[in-house]
């Protein structure tokens, strides 16, 4: 009578474990089971257009009736392009200007508001984060009625009796690139100056007294405590920032439409422009695809040299 008792007992653990695991996997699915708009969206409207991009660079491709292979032509077309390299150019300098204007300006609001009274901390924070909510296609909207022949600046202008310094600033060659590098001026944007600032809320409090009690200055303080620390927000920030101007093409579109000529044209309004006017999509989606390349080799380096300077420190 005393066997299959003991065989009861020995079963039961096994019976529990395996009940135990069936119930956490159950829990596992229903968890999953959330994530399978996500998952599937993010198929639709981001993988799919991705590799689709890619292999649609391969043909010579309008969208609707003309789907021909063409192997690499598309890329040797590209490399032979003169606009091509125009936009290089533009995109260059509007990026290369707007990588350090990321880099100090929001860093010193985020320091000078960090270090700013406690009860006026959440009023700053408040009024940097406003302009995030509103956008871009309204502040875009707004510069380009800055800058009309009889807008805002030049009106400023007139009424200081600088009537020699108007000008036509979008419709100029020699001034409308620099034009767009000025919008959104002063360039504190909401998403860097939040980086810095919690990068800065990191930092243990003990530091700041161990540099009072050395008798640093608020540069000091800055320079051999906060910016060391601060390494890794910089970083993010340059990757975040190249990647941001240098696939954006909105500000260009509304402000000049890459105009006059080609001075103020980029590579993604050139990809907008052969895909969405021209109807060249296999062409459009070669630029996508070196757009794509250029931004993961920037990456990379990026990522790679500072890795090597921290090294060295």
């Known amino acids: 009578m005393t066997e299959p008792h003991s ?57 609707a009736n003309l ?52 009860k006026l901390q959440h009023a700053y924070r408040f009024l940097f984060l406003v302009p995030m909510v509103v956008p871009y296609i309204i502040i875009f909207l707004l510069w380009r009625w800055i800058y009309l022949s009889n807008g805002v600046l030049n009106t400023l202008l007139r009424q200081l009796g600088l009537d020699s310094w108007t000008h036509a600033w979008l419709g100029d060659s020699t001034t409308a ?48 405590i906060e910016l060391p620390l601060l390494r890794n927000q910089i970083r993010l920030v340059v990757i975040l920032a190249f990647i941001h101007q240098y696939q954006s093409f909105e500000n260009v579109l509304v402000l000049t439409n890459g105009g006059p000529g080609f001075t103020t044209l980029t590579p993604a309004l050139y990809l907008y422009k052969k895909g969405f006017e021209y109807n060249e999509l296999g062409y459009a989606s070669a630029i996508g695809v070196m757009i794509f390349l250029i931004l993961i080799l920037f990456t990379f380096v990026a990522n790679k040299a500072m890795k090597q300077t921290e090294k060295l420190d």
Do not use: C
């Open 67 to 118: 789907n021909t292979f063409v192997g690499l032509d598309n890329f040797v077309k590209l490399v032979r392009d003169p606009t091509f390299y125009a936009s290089l150019k533009n995109v260059t300098l509007l990026t290369i200007s707007f990588v350090i204007i990321q880099l100090t300006l929001p860093l010193y609001a985020a320091v000078g508001v960090f270090h700013s009274h406690k």
């Open 7 to 63: 065989g009861t007992a020995i079963n039961r653990p096994a019976t529990d474990l395996a009940l135990k695991q069936r119930r956490k996997l159950t829990r596992y699915i229903i968890a999953y089971s959330f994530l399978v708009p996500i998952f599937v969206s993010m198929g639709l409207f981001k993988y799919y257009p991705f590799f689709t991009a890619i292999i649609k660079s391969l043909y010579q491709w309008n969208g």
């Open 177 to 224: 690139l620099a034009s767009i590098v000025f919008v959104n001026f002063p360039w504190i944007g909401g998403i860097y100056f939040l980086i810095y600032l919690a990068g800065l809320l990191t930092i243990s409090p003990e530091l700041y007294e161990v540099g009072k009690l050395d008798g640093m200055n608020g540069w000091q303080r800055f320079w051999y």
